[in-house]
């Protein structure tokens, strides 16, 4: 459907700042919801946060409200994660992700790396 391609991981210390891009190709018309997800290793992957294309609405995991913030721009298919007050415990693997509205994910990413140093 959608080919993502994550990119701006990188090393930061504990409460420093990252931003994350996805980059998206092909339809986007009917995938809509665009999120991050994220994967220590070890650990299941969890949901980070989504934003819903049409109207901008937002929804973020407790663990990262007033830190994180997602912003997406349908028209340049993309889609930004800022993330602040990082600490040791957000370091994981950030997947984005796609689909349209009120169906299963279909599209993800290869991943980029976060790592938060102690």
């Known amino acids: 459907q959608v080919q993502l391609v994550e990119s701006g991981g990188g090393l930061v210390q504990a409460g420093g700042s990252l931003r994350l891009s996805c980059a998206a190709s092909g339809r986007i018309s009917r995938d809509n919801v665009m999120g991050w997800f994220r994967q220590a290793p070890g650990k299941e992957r969890e949901f980070v946060a989504l934003i819903i294309l049409n109207g901008g609405r937002t929804v973020y995991a407790d663990s990262v409200k007033g830190r994180f913030t997602i912003a997406g721009d349908n028209a340049k298919n993309t889609v930004v994660l800022s993330m602040n007050s990082l600490r040791p415990d957000d370091t994981a693997v950030y997947y984005c992700?796609?689909?349209?509205?009120?169906?299963?994910?279909?599209?993800w990413g290869q991943g980029t790396q976060v790592t938060v140093s102690s």
């Open positions: 992700a796609a689909k349209p509205h009120g169906v299963t994910w279909d599209s």
